[in-house]
């Protein structure tokens, strides 16, 4: 497993513009220790970015970010349950979201 990010933060209107952008990349791997076909899992890489405004006096923050962008299907874990049946734990899809934080005490 791997991963890289860059950020860059430019003045706008009395405060901060952020841009982060990461890329992660995971190895086929076994989702269990008993190294069992079932409980493989393939390759994938995920893109996720994300930009922020933080005015000057610092006390809030707005975000745009997303997660996934290339909407890659790719499994969490893969096993049998205790009456044998396989079951699959899926990652996220494709997820875009706004968050806005407030700083007490700031």
Do not use: C, H
């Not at 076994?30 to 890489?45: T, V």
């Not at 923050?61 to 299907?73: C, F, I, Q, T, V």
Request: a negative charge; glycine letters at 10%.
């Amino acid at each position: 497993k791997y991963f890289i990010g860059a950020q860059y933060i430019a003045q706008l209107g009395g405060g901060d513009l952020t841009f982060d952008v990461d890329y992660t990349s995971v190895d086929e791997q076994y989702s269990s220790p008993n190294s069992i076909e079932i409980n493989k899992l393939p390759d994938y890489s995920l893109v996720n970015a994300r930009i922020a405004y933080m005015p000057a006096e610092g006390n809030w923050e707005l975000a745009l970010w997303g997660r996934n962008l290339g909407d890659e299907e790719y499994r969490r874990t893969n096993s049998q349950n205790f009456l044998g049946f396989d079951r699959t734990l899926w990652g996220d899809p494709r997820l875009y979201g706004v968050t806005f934080t407030y700083f007490l005490g700031q």
